[in-house]
Each structure stands twice: as structure tokens, then as C-alpha cells.
């Protein structure tokens, strides 16, 4: 075998033997698993993988070296051996699958074809061999039903619509109804469609195979693949493997079948099997709708001996994985076969339930637990519910309209759409919509990803619409037999009553009992307690993970933040209390007339009373607050928004010409670079002395309450682009809070730091943080926070208010590989961090590093953070369980990747002694001669 064939074709089952270590990136999950398997001892029937390297190959040639085909064949010829048959052959011939693989799942969402082999001829050798001249039929009928639709693009619905006439002749209600005859007919209607087309079905064997082999690699760049990866976030993947695998069949007869499983409930976590199977059936049958299959338990009853077997082939495969596992099986006259193993999708319930019961039962660490659960998956737990009340309501009990399974738990409530395009138009005008689809396909993932929740009339609880749904998390409710829904008519009827619902119609929808239920229903969030808060508790453990703190401008928000686990405030915007009804007014005046000092008193009596709420729901935990950043026409009001009331209100009267002029003169071409941060409070530094008594007074104040209370404010100033401008705010700052430290006789510790979102600050930042009072010799600042949001700005020359004109496109082109509002700019932005961060710590070595951007909440900005070295991150109150899970991850990703690594050198190492003893060992026998 060639050392090409060796390098990008990795064999598996039969006599191959399993590749050591094998690359989930290369051999893509689905090989990886069938290698696994084969390791194991778990029966796979035998075949090889042509690994994702290979589609990129093909997706720049359209075509594979000479070398890869002849390695096929030689694998191939392999397998025929194995297996005692011969590809081509009209005796007892071989058939193969193709199947793609990524190294991330993609339900659904790229090509398959089965029973590659079959002609004319060779249709005849199989029926003849098994003695079951309707599953070969069968069996033909699908595979030129299958590579009409994938390899040469022919509508499916073409065939759809001859299989529907031929049944229809036949008086058959299923598709295994169908005589020997009838499928005999339909193979003919079914070269009709080929001929109508003006293609051509490829008798050789070989060319279905290579044909098949180009169309799995080439649906890599499908359009619903691409959206898939797109809405799933899912990137730097090579491609997809392709899979070449001998065919087994369910569908010989009563002791056949065929099924998929998952080892624990995907949808509650349960620990106990979950699927379903098809007696005398392929695989495709059990997720297409077409037959209703029984649920896996009842197997037991039918094929008792491949039932056990089965069994304990997935105990083996969950033990090995450490997790749940989603299995595909078929049992071919009596024998089964595994087809495919990989980590199953789940909802966030499950994989919560699913982590910790893993801990509890000893197969995994509270370490490798957390891996088990995405950061999606947490935010899936904060997402509507009905709760109980409403369960029992009237509104709910008597209008429920139709019940079908429970596809994936939650609720939604929506107006019904019956397209894609419905939804996708109507979510972008800000609309809640329920999808119903007789049966969703891939084609449909940017609709159901729009969608607030799914409903179908067909397919079960491994349908595509489930496994789709249960993977982001959205409620469906899948099976609906109670309804008709009609796309043409935009109508859903309900058959019973004959009730009719419309496009626009509010329906609400129980993805977990699976009902549909007329008008809206209350939703509410579910909360921390119990499971998620023990899990977070585990992450939060990790050795050197970063904090979490929020974003909080107000007690209520400073306490959801506490409940969600945040270690303190790491921002506090002090202008997001200004603008209250009852203090804007205030607030106008002063900037209006800033020499009346009774305005700036009352802003001081309203911010010392927040702040000191901010103290009381973090005690003891740092509250950093940065003082006022924004222009000060953010206040004011809009030219055509002045009459005599708001003038008055503003202290001119009744003159709304005097207030119209006084705004004009205040007129900045781009105000965002204009007066604001710490230039407002250098030019108006009666507002920093303000603000600084606010803070410190009400920090006493909670002292002076409560003895043993332990606030700790964390003063921030913005914006500063200079050392002076720093030097001078910190001066101010340091000579109010002591005076006011003073006067109440109540030592309040705190600390003076700086925001970095300016990039001059971020390249002066050893001078910045090197800053001491010459007064008595100590640190002027001990803090960075980087304000990301605005050093994005002002790095990228992006405004992020108009940014999402061009934005969007520039992430379908390509250009940006993220949005770099919500994902950190590494190799720019990032970088600006990365050096700021270096030079502090090489002033400061006891610097506080911290980001308060929103990429605070980016689970892949964390990991940038936590690579460069910053102390925490701080975001909003609602995404603190998301960053608290996504930092402890990190933490666990590094530890491992670390451990690998030494691994590695370990092995690498024996090896290089052992080779140098095999050398030194040859030497001597040449000396020995």
C-alpha cells in the first residue's frame, strides 16, 4: 500500500487494524468513533475513511489525485476479502455506504448514499444470494432514488411523485406493501426521471462509488451547510471526511432491523435508553417519517440476543467516551452491527443532569464534567418555561389544541409562519414566531434557527426537526398527528375540530409535553439553584481560573449579578443613573448652568444613595466604578423634543429660543471623540470631586451601618489617553477620598485604575501603570480594565452604532471571520491587550488586569483573555453563568492540552532511545561480522 494511501485512507474493521491516537480533526467524528469501536471490540462492518485533508483537496480541484482512487481500490479489495464478496460481482456481490463525517456534528446537514454496487446485474446476484428478491429490489430503488438526489442534483420530489403513483396502483399504504413486481416498476419510473433529467445512472460499480465520493466531499460547501456552520458558529474545521463502509441491511426480513439510539435521554438526561428502531428496515426510514418506529426498549421483545448485545455495546462506548453516547445500529439476520458512535446532542437540561450524574457514577471527573456542558447549553437553562401556575391554568388546560411528541423542551410563544422565509423576514422585524412544517429538511435550518420554536406534522423523536431543535435548544414538538399543515394554504387545521389557525396567529407551544396550545401563555426564567449552580461551583474551583464580575449600574441589577455567582462589579457606568424621569431634569440643569452647585448636590445625594446599594449587595467584594464617560449630549434632549415645560424644567423659563441656542452651541461633530471621559472631568473637575465624595460617603455610610461591612470601591477613569491626563483625575480622586475618609474617621480602603480604550494608552502603559504620588511615594494606579467596546472602535476605525450595514456582509464574504464587536480582534484588538497587559505588569508586577466590554461574555474571548493573563472578566448580570462555565472550561482545556503534550514527549522520547538502541545494536553485529 502507498505511503499516500497510508497517510489520507485510514482503514477500519475486519482485519484492518485500528489506527493508534487518530485525529478527530483528520478522520472527522464519525471515523474517529468507527476506529474507537474497532479498538474496542464492538462489530463494525469494515470499510475506511478518506480524511478531511482530501476535501480540501477536492474542493481545489474537483477531482483526487490518481494515487487516492487507486488506494480505494486497493481497500477495497481488502474488504472483499473480509468479507467474502466481490464489488461488481453478479455472485454474492458487495455493496458499500458513503457518508460524510466532520470533525464537529452536522446533522443532516451533508450527503449520504447507500447501497453503492447495485445495476441491473447485480440486483439479480443479491436477491439470488439472500433469497429475498424484494429487499434487493428495495434496495435498488433506494440507491437510484438516493444518487439522483445527491449525486446528480434531480429534485427528490421527482421521485417522490412516481413512488406515490406506484403505490397508488398498488393499492399499498407503505412502502413495504410493495410487491417484488411493483418495485420492479418502480426502478423502471424511477429511469424515467433519470432519462426526463437527461442524466444517466453509472452501471460500474466503481464509478458510483467515485461519483458518491466527489458528492459527500463537495456538499462540504452546500448552502445549508454553510448556513448550518454559520448559525452554529462552528469554524476552522478542515472539511468534511468521507466515510466508505461495507453495506449491512435491516431490511432482509422480520429478524432485520434498524435503529438509532442515544444512551441517555437527550432531551431530560435521564440515565436510560432513548431511541428508536424499524423492524425490516434502513436507516433512513427511522429519521425520514415515512414508517412510525417503535421505541428501542420493545426490541427487546423481537431480537432479544442483538438487544443485549446492543446494550452492552453502548455501556462500552459511554465508559470509553465518558459521555453520552448517540448510536446508529443495524441487526442483519440476526447479528448486530454498529454503524456510528459520537457524543450525542443534547439540551441544556440534559447535559446538565447528564455531567453530573457522570461525576456521580464515577465514569468522569468534575473536571472533564464541565466539558460536557457548552456554554449555549447554560444559556438554554436562562431561557423561558411555562411556569407551574400557568400549566394549570384555564387558558392553558382548555386550549390546548393538539398534542404530538415532545421533539425539545421549552416553551415558545409565537405567530405562526410556515416557511422559512416567513420566519427569517419576521424575526428580522423583531417578531416571535412559531414554525410549523409538515417535516422539516436542511434546507430549512435558517427559518428553524429564526423560529422561537418548531412544530411538525410528521417525523419522530429522531427526526430532523428533533435533533435540530435539541441542539439549539429551541422547543419542538415533532409528530403532530392532531394537525394538517398546509404551506400552500398557510393554514394549520386542527383534525378533530376542524379549527383552523393562520399565518399571524399567536399560538404557544410545551416542547416538553409536547403540545399546542391557542393564544399566549406566561413564560418565566428559570433560576441557579440546584444542578447549574453546582456545576458553575465546580468550574468556579478550577486552579487559576479568571473571575467573573458583572456590569451593574443599579442595586436590583448589583443583585441578580450576586445570584448568578459574579465575584464583585468589575463596571459600573455612574451615567446610567441619570436617566430616571424624576433626575434627568437635574441632571440637564447642571450641564446647562454648571455653576448652580445645588444641581450638582443633588446628583451627588441620588448617586451616594445607588452607590451605597451597590456596596450592600456586593459586601466584601470589589464594586469598581467608573466615573461619567459619555458626552453630555446623550442628555440632553432633542431639538424638537423642547417646549416651555422642558425649558422651565431646565432653568429657562419659558424661553425655548435661549435653550435651543444653548444646545446648538453644545453641538459636536463626533461627539464620541469629543468632550467626554476623563476630558469632561479634567474640564469640569467639580464633577470628579462629586462623584468621588458620592462614592466614598456612601461606602462610610454602609460602614457606619453595618461594622462589620467590607465594602471596597474601585475608582475607574475613563477614557485617558495620556499620562497627565491620568495623573491629573487620580489626584483628584485621591485627595477627595481621603478628605472624606478623614472627616467621617472611617477607614474605607480603595483604589484608583484606569479604563484602556484608548490605543496611545494602551502603547504608554508601563508609564501609565508605573505612575506614583510624589507626595508619599506610593502607586497612583493599580488597576487596568479594558474597555473593549470602544478600543474596537477606535482600533478597527469601526463604529459599532453603524456597523451593521456592512458587518453582516463582510462575515458572509469572508472578510471577517467574526463579528469583532462580540468576538475579541485577536490579531489586532487583542494584540493592543496583550502588549498593554506586558508592559503594566513589567511596571506594576501587583496589577489588576480585567476586561468590561462585552467580550467579557464571549465564552472564545475568555479564552483569549485567560491566555494573555487578565485577573477577570466582567459582564452583563444574565451572562455571568455563561463566562463562569467558559472560564472554568479554559482552565481544564489547558491543563489537558498540557498533559498531552508531555505525553508526547515522553513517547517521543522512548522512541528516540529505542531507536538509537536498535542502531547501536545493528552496529555491533556489523562489528561482530
Known sequence: MTNYNSKYIYPFGGSARPTESADKQIVGGKGLGLQVMSKIGVDVPPGFTLTTPLCQVYQRDNDLPAEVWNGVREHVERIEKDMDKKFGSRDNPLLFSCRSGAAMSMPGMMDTVLNIGLNDETVEGLAEATDNPRFAWDSYRRLLDMFGEVVLGIPHEDFEKRFDKVKEDANAKNDVDLTVDELKILCDEYKKVYKEQNQKFPADPYEQLFACVKAVFGSWMTPRAVKYREINNIRNLIGTATNIQTMVFGNLGNDSGTGVAFSRNPSTGENVMYGEYLINAQG????????????????KEVLPAAYEKFLENVDKLEHYFKDMQDVEFTVEKGKLWMLQCRNGKRTGVAALKIAIDLVNEGICTKSEALLKVEPTHVEQLLHPTFSPDALKSLAYTKGVVAKGLPGSPGAAVGRLVFTPKQAEDMKAKGESVILARETTSPEDVGGMWAAAGIVTARGGMTSHAAVVARGWGKPCVCGCSDIVVSEVNETLTVKETNEVFRAGDVVSMNGATGEVIRGSIEVNTPSLEGGLGLLLSWADQEEGVMKVLANADSGPDAMQAAENGAMGIGLCRTEHMFFSPERLPIV???????????????IKHFQRSDFKDLFVAM??????????D??????????????????EECGFGTDVKRMLARIDSMHEENPMLGLRGCRLGIVKPEFTQMQVEAIMSAAADFLEESPEAKPHPRIMIPL?????EYKNQALIIKSGAERIRSERGIDVPYEIGTMIEVPRAALISDKIAGLVDEADGKPLCTFFSYGTNDLTQMTMGISRDDSNGFIPKYLDLGILLDDPFQTIDEEGVGKLVQHSATLGKSANPTMSLSVCGEHGGDPKSIAFFDKVGLNYVSCSPYRVPVARLAAGQIRVQRRMAKAKEEEDKRAASIQSKQTTMGNAESMSKVIVQ
Open 630 to 647: 459619555p458626552p453630555l449630549h446623550e442628555f440632553l434632549p432633542r431639538p424638537e423634543q423642547v417646549h416651555e415645560r422642558v425649558a
Open 284 to 299: 433512513e426510514d427511522v429519521v425520514a417519517g415515512i414508517r412510525t418506529p417503535e421505541p428501542i426498549r420493545k426490541m
Open 720 to 724: 485617558i489617553g495620556s499620562i497627565t
Open 619 to 628: 459586601n466584601g467584594k470589589d464594586v469598581t466604578i467608573r466615573l461619567l
Open 588 to 602: 440637564r440643569r447642571w450641564i446647562f448652568h454648571t455653576e448652580c452647585l445645588d444641581d450638582l448636590d443633588h
